[in-house]
């Protein structure tokens, strides 16, 4: 059994195997849960609760055996150290995890935690659904024409931490650099930021996003990009994009132009239809044509805005559920902060994690444990039983705490 430095690993339960590329996911598998600071307590609490007892429904022979792991202000006060090694090796050992949501400390030199595990652990999709509930409150008309299930990538791009702060050595070093080897024009006191997108990185998150739309029964992939102004980075996301689909899933995708110029613009069965929008003319239209968007496959920028608009629009990302996921290693997470003046209230809204766990327990193929939850939450929201921020906006709503809510979820499994 592995050895960690601070962390005892519970004496029951399995390690989820991997073979060529699928999980083996035994009876009692062990999953390590980073709590979280700040509201990470009350709604891991709740999670865990509910997860569990959806388990327990719906099968006689299985349950998860919980493994806490450190991150943030809990680590920091066990090891003096935001990020500890114990957490990475926990993580990527027994490969499935659930993490509350971390503090960023401000200040210079600091990155965030969740950007570090990401990309320390090559969790290169960072995947986030996002459908509606019928009752939570939305700020447009049909809410329930979107369904879409967006990857972002999650290691490149301008998020790649690859910069220079302006007026330092190494920012006059990169300018002189380009004036004279380059010959282009930069100004003397810019900031520096680097753009890097890559074959390899655009081919394995496209293959990822076809591959799921394929395993459930989806219409079509988009490729998001602004390639009409960066060629070589988003422009070049498109076309490997393309290629990609073609070359790996030919016999599977048709092109957007395609259909419409050999088909009469009607799908053959079977197929999933492959199309690209620019990122801007995107967030006009999944405001506007929602319901003709379904999976989206995205560089990480546009991925960050597109996610959280699309989550607004069917009422806020207090309701947004997330996975970061790479060949080896899973991590789900609530897409909230850590909403500190909540701490320890037992007020806040628990859907981000519960649902986070739900694309948990998909990963593992335990879906009728995650269509328990999803059937529990559905319910809930639809009897009104709701935390403060979906009751402040629902007419006639009954305000519970995150532990009536988690309770309530839990009794709506069977009815
Ligand atoms: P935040 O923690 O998401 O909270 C902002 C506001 O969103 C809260 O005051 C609350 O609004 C609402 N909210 C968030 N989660 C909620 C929930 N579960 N239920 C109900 N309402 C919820 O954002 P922040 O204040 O900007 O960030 C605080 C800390 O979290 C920072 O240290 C930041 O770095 C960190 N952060 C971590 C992650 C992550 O770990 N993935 C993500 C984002 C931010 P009302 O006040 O209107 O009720």
């Excluded at 090694?85 to 960023?104: E, S, Y």
């Excluded at 700020?139 to 490149?156: A, G, Q, S, Y």
């Excluded at 073609?246 to 053959?268: K, Y």
């Amino acid at each position: 059994m592995i050895k960690f430095d601070k962390l005892e690993v519970p004496t029951e339960g399995e390690r989820i195997g991997n073979l060529d590329g699928g999980l083996v996911v035994p009876s009692q598998p062990f999953i390590p849960v980073i709590e979280g600071d700040g509201i990470g307590r009350d709604i891991m609490k709740v999670t865990r609760r509910v997860v569990d007892a959806a388990i327990d429904t719906a099968y006689s022979d299985r349950r998860i055996t919980w493994f806490d792991v450190y991150a943030g202000e809990r680590a920091n006060a066990t090891y003096g150290e935001w990020l500890p090694q114990d957490t990475f090796r926990a993580i990527k050992h027994f490969r499935v995890a659930l993490k509350g949501p971390l503090t960023t400390p401000v200040g210079g030199g600091f990155r965030s935690l969740n950007v570090t595990l990401r990309q320390t652990l090559d969790l290169y999709a960072c995947v986030r659904p996002v459908r509606y509930f019928e009752g939570v409150p939305a700020p447009v008309t049909h809410p329930e024409n979107m369904d879409v299930v967006i990857f972002r990538e999650n290691t490149e791009d301008v998020y790649a931490g690859i910069e220079w702060a302006q007026g330092t050595p190494e920012a006059k070093k990169v300018i002189d650099f380009l004036q004279t080897d380059m010959r282009v024009a930069v100004r003397e006191d810019s900031g520096i930021g680097i753009k890097p997108i890559s074959i390899f990185g655009t081919s394995r998150l496209t293959r990822m996003a076809i591959q799921y739309a394929l395993d459930h029964n989806r219409t079509s992939i988009t490729f998001v990009h602004k390639g009409n102004i960066m060629k070589f980075t988003e422009g070049a996301f498109r076309d490997w994009g393309y290629k990609l689909a073609q070359a790996e899933f030919g016999n599977q995708t048709i092109t957007e132009e395609n259909v419409s110029s050999e088909h009469n613009g009607q799908t053959p069965d079977g197929k999933i239809v492959v199309k690209d929008r620019i990122a801007d003319s995107m967030l006009q239209q999944i405001l506007t044509r929602t319901a003709e968007y379904d999976v989206i496959a995205t560089p990480n920028l546009n991925g960050d805005y597109l996610s959280d608009a699309c989550a607004a629009q069917v009422g806020g990302i207090g309701m947004a559920p997330g996975g970061n996921i790479g060949d080896e290693t899973a991590l789900f997470e609530a897409t909230h902060g850590t909403a500190p003046k909540y701490t320890d209230q037992d007020v806040v809204n628990p859907s981000s994690l519960i649902l986070s766990a739900v694309m948990m327990l998909e990963h593992l193929g335990w879906q009728e444990a995650a269509d328990l939850v999803i059937r529990g939450l559905e319910r809930t929201i639809l009897q009104k039983r709701v935390t403060y921020d979906l009751e402040r906006l629902m007419d006639g709503a009954t305000k519970v705490g995150t532990s009536e809510f988690g309770s309530a979820i839990i009794e709506n499994f069977m009815c």
